[in-house]
């Protein structure tokens, strides 16, 4: 536990980026991931589900405690309860082979690539904020503004932010702008990011919607905010954006309760 304790301490003060994509791991993942494997894997037979588990939630900050679980059974290759660094170093590789050529067509580099620099790293919204949104499984929160005509775009500029205790209001790369022409849909009328995770090209992902005064809603993933589509309203305007479950009554019934009549069917 001690061994365990110093190691989260270590991890947090690298101030790593947040990423919730376990195959968007960079070269400041991997170093402090062998760092940790190195101090706690003591006697060589690697790590215990619930040590790998809470190290990994503090190294990547964007995968909870279920997904880092499953992601444990896949990398335990010889299911003897434990992950050992050549385990966890082969699955990696794998991954990077398979996602290398998504990664590179969505406005960054590969697995064990640096980040690609973003233009507004840094920059502050200059203009008041528009709309504002959190995700509490990512702990991160997502703002708009009409910057202006900063770097020859006068559309409107979406940023991300950390909501973790440690580095709360750090800033988190990249950035996307919304397109700038028509004029209306740099106008933002409402934002929301989705509670859960959605399948898209294969890759469960984080979602932000967003509503524009152009009659579109332009929908963003959260580890790059890549834009992964939108939604024509034609002549309708969005002005109100959330995200919520509605109860199944199928969960009363698995539960071996009556279910409610009316109850609202997810």
């Not at 290759?77 to 992950?83: L, R, W």
């Not at 502050?124 to 900063?150: C, F, K, M, W």
């Not at 919304?178 to 090209?201: D, G, N």
Request: hydrophobic share 40%; charged share 25%.
């Amino acid at each position: 536990y001690f061994l365990l304790r110093e190691c989260i301490k270590y991890v947090n003060q690298q101030k790593l980026p947040v990423i919730s994509d376990f195959s968007k791991l960079g070269i400041d993942h991997l170093n402090v991931l062998l760092d940790c494997f190195t101090d706690l894997d003591t006697d060589g037979e690697g790590l215990e589900m619930d040590v790998f588990v809470e190290t990994l939630q503090h190294v990547v900050r964007g995968m909870d405690g279920t997904a880092l679980e499953s992601l444990f059974m896949k990398i335990d290759a010889n299911s003897d309860g434990t992950v050992s660094w050549d385990e966890l170093s082969s699955f990696i590789l794998a991954a990077a082979s398979v996602q290398d050529e998504v990664s590179k067509q969505q406005a960054g580099g590969s697995l064990l690539e640096g980040p690609e620099r973003d233009e507004n790293e840094g920059f502050e919204h200059p203009n008041t904020i528009s709309a504002i949104t959190y995700q509490p499984v990512l702990n991160r929160y997502i703002t708009v503004s009409y910057d202006g005509s900063r770097g020859g775009n006068n559309g409107a500029l979406l940023r991300m932010w950390s909501g973790r205790p440690d580095d709360c209001g750090a800033y988190l790369v990249p950035t996307a702008k919304l397109p700038a022409s028509p004029t209306a849909a740099s106008v933002v009328l409402c934002m929301a990011a989705l509670l859960r995770r959605y399948e898209i090209a294969s890759v469960d992902r984080f979602l932000v919607a967003v509503g524009c005064a152009d009659s579109r809603i332009r929908i963003y993933e959260l580890e790059k905010l890549a834009p992964m589509g939108e939604i024509d309203l034609v002549d309708t305007l969005c002005t109100c954006i959330t995200s919520f479950r509605l109860k199944d009554p199928r969960d009363d019934a698995l539960q071996g309760k009556a279910p409610t009549v009316g109850s609202p069917r997810a």
